[in-house]
């Protein structure tokens, strides 16, 4: 049996600037930590006494013979990009849900592959790990994602990601000293809209509107040193907050789907009760949104807020990784 564990990311600055419909022309960067709310995947080869050969849990359960019928796109992709031929039971478990713009998507591809890999008893790189959970994301299903979330939770941290035209990926972690990154933890709030939503919706809108965005973007991607500027610094750590104020206000404009009137309206009440700055996670429509307060305004947002459910976090550092290991099976 193989356990994975896989962290949630949190994107700070540079959102829309990993998709390659931009980074091939211009450039591309983004600020994201790695938080200590995971995706576990649990595997084991299955024993041939069952009546399918393929048992996958998740938000529903499958059984089947044939791995091309299994319904979950990641799972299917991942077992044929493998050439895994045995039987194969997949358990999922993650501890926020899904479709709320923490990259869950992609720290389920990073873990799937990451425990497969475990069971055949290879160790891949965190470079591979992200390399392939974006070829089977983009290249295999399809979907409309950038490529900064496999990157993060595949290395874990605090990171700044750089992408360029010929697809490299450059990953620097960024050296805070640990009062600076404890101070920054302490003035940030999670919320979760109660919206989920299909990202790849909203990041299709985001994509076929690039062309006519390239001033957001390039501002978008050029407060990603500001933020790291603002972080080395003795700058009031207030600023981060203004500017995630800023790269939200200008995220709005790439999408009408970004946003909308709800999530505006809860936005406006967390200002009014202290916030300096936020955004919403992931490609927008809903999910989290994270909020920058002083401690001392944390209760009144909080109140404010108090139809909404708030999730506590604390950075990590760790990336993917197996916390249990023991691939044989034997009859």
């Not at 080869?45 to 399918?52: D, G, R």
């Amino acid at each position: 049996m193989i356990i994975s564990k896989t962290p949630f990311r949190i994107s700070f600055f540079g959102g829309g600037t990993d998709y390659p419909v931009w980074y091939k022309e211009n450039k591309g960067a983004v600020l994201s930590t790695t938080i200590d709310k995971y995706c576990y995947i649990t595997l084991r080869y299955l024993p041939p006494f069952f009546p399918y050969k393929y048992r996958i849990v998740y938000s529903r359960i499958e059984t089947t013979k044939n791995k091309n019928k299994i319904l979950h796109p990641a799972v299917r992709a991942a077992l044929n990009f493998l050439k895994i031929k045995k039987g194969i039971e997949i358990h999922h478990d993650g501890d926020l849900p899904a479709r709320t713009g923490l990259g869950s998507s992609s720290s389920f591809t990073v873990g799937l592959l990451n425990s497969l890999y475990a069971l055949k008893e290879t160790m891949p790189s965190k470079y591979r790990l992200a390399k392939e959970a974006i070829y089977i994301e983009r290249d295999i299903l399809k979907e409309n994602v950038g490529v900064q979330d496999q990157i993060a939770v595949a290395y874990g941290g605090f990171n700044k990601i750089t992408f360029n035209g010929n697809d490299k990926i450059k990953v620097e972690p960024i050296i805070i000293k640990e009062e600076r990154k404890k101070e920054l933890n302490n003035h940030l709030m999670l919320f979760f809209t109660g919206i989920s939503r299909f990202a790849s919706k909203i990041a299709k809108s985001q994509i076929d509107n690039t062309p006519q965005r390239k001033r957001e973007l390039t501002l978008m991607c050029q407060m990603v040193d500001k933020a790291i500027n603002i972080l080395n610094k003795k700058t009031d750590i207030l600023e981060f907050g203004r500017l995630l104020n800023e790269t939200w206000q200008l995220k709005k404009t790439l999408s009408n789907k970004v946003s909308n009137s709800k999530i505006n309206n809860t936005y406006k009440k967390a200002l009014k009760a202290g916030a300096v700055g936020g955004k919403l996670l992931g490609a927008g429509g809903g999910g989290f949104m994270l909020l920058f307060v002083s401690p001392e305004n944390q209760q009144r947002v909080r109140e404010e807020l108090k139809n909404l459910l708030e999730v506590k976090f604390n950075f990590e550092d760790t990336g993917s990784k197996i916390i249990y290991y023991n691939p044989e099976f034997k009859i």
